[in-house]
């Protein structure tokens, strides 16, 4: 079987290895033209695949066709930044095996995705939207009361990318208004959430979903620091089913 991924650039060697170890043909979708020549060192790694498509100036219709024609069955998110144009790809090329599109944006915008655990009556911290980077009067009040030290973070960012610890109202507006040439990937960040601050462990629960059933794949422990107000990991581990910590989780 041949599947297709949308910008693999996270692992890329382990991904390839462990799916082709299970017999199947790999495809490379490449969407991110502004990377850095560092970055295109490490995350393009178009050898690895069986087959590389590079999207320059095509329509997505001219990429289906393309992928459809080398016998590409489904299409993936290999990168957080690429989620909306994946979910599209892939509704188009094997639908069977997409993601439903009208809850696209609940898998990258920081924002939607907190307040939907909410809606569900699950744990989500206190936050606040400003669009186009800016304070609204709508804002000033709740942000008056709000509890600092407060993270501000891209709505739609991935990794660290613009992440701020902020430790009152003035550096917040700071941030913001510094904030207007920030990009990620030659694109502009427009929006911006202020999220209250948790202190603690931080553990990532990787899972995927078939039918609507959830399976675990995997929990990790991240520790990190801030330097200047930004977020710098010292360490990732696995976390193994028989220790304290994976009890914690469940």
Known sequence: ????????????????????????????????????????KVRFRPELFNHTVLVENQTIESVVADLKKIGV???????????????QLANMVGPEFANDQKTTNLRYDKYAMQEALRSNHLPAPAQLLFLNKKISEENNAALAQFKFP??????????????????????????????ADRQMHATPIQDYV??????????????????????????????????AGMPIYRFAESIEPTSIDWNICF
Request: proline residues 3%.
């Open 150 to 179: 407060a993270i501000l973070k891209p709505a739609d960012g991935s990794s660290t990318i613009g992440v701020t610890k902020c430790n009152s109202v003035a550096e917040v507006e700071h941030y913001l208004k510094i904030a």
């Open 194 to 227: 202020l999220q209250e601050y948790l202190e603690g462990n931080e553990y990532l629960v990787d899972t995927f979903s078939i039918a609507g059933k959830v399976y675990l794949a995997g929990i990790q422990r991240y520790g990190k620091t801030y330097v």
């Open 1 to 40: 079987m041949k599947i297709a991924f949308v910008d693999p650039i996270a692992s890329p060697v382990y991904l390839t290895q462990t799916l082709k170890a299970q017999g199947l043909d790999i495809v490379a979708i490449y969407t991110l033209k502004d990377l850095s020549p560092q970055e295109k």
């Open 73 to 87: 069955k489904g299409v993936f998110c290999g990168y957080e930044g690429s989620i909306k144009y994946a979910d």
